[in-house]
């Protein structure tokens, strides 16, 4: 069974910073895309990050430059790192493993920026 369990958000300034963990059972985050996703309230869910099986990375221009996903084979994680944080990335942030066409999801850390 896989499980996915993030930790790491709360509320911070704007400008500053924060890293989210996604700790992972059941599968090899190194086999699977992982992605980080963010939804905040009366908002559709949208992409922040991706890591693919071969290290690559994909980025939304919202987070571009600001956010950073990375990948712990050995301990099976994954984790964005987040600055320069605005007040519009507070949301729901979720992590997610999609492999052989299917997705799983965590229960999602929240994270709040104030102005």
């Known amino acids: 069974q896989v499980q996915l369990v993030e930790s790491g958000g709360g509320s911070v300034q704007a400008g500053g910073s924060l890293r989210l963990s996604c700790s992972v059972s059941g599968r090899e985050v190194r086999t699977a895309t992982m992605g980080w996703y963010r939804q905040a309230p009366g908002k559709q869910r949208e992409a922040v990050a991706f890591i693919f099986i071969n290290g690559g990375t994909s980025y939304p221009d919202s987070v571009k430059g600001r956010f950073t996903i990375s990948r712990d084979n050995a301990g099976n994680a994954v984790f964005l790192q987040m600055s320069s944080l605005k007040p519009e990335d507070t949301a729901n942030y979720f992590c997610?493993?999609?492999?052989?066409?299917?997705?799983?999801w965590g229960q999602g850390t929240q994270v709040t920026v104030s102005s």
């Open positions: 997610s493993l999609r492999s052989d066409g299917i997705g799983y």
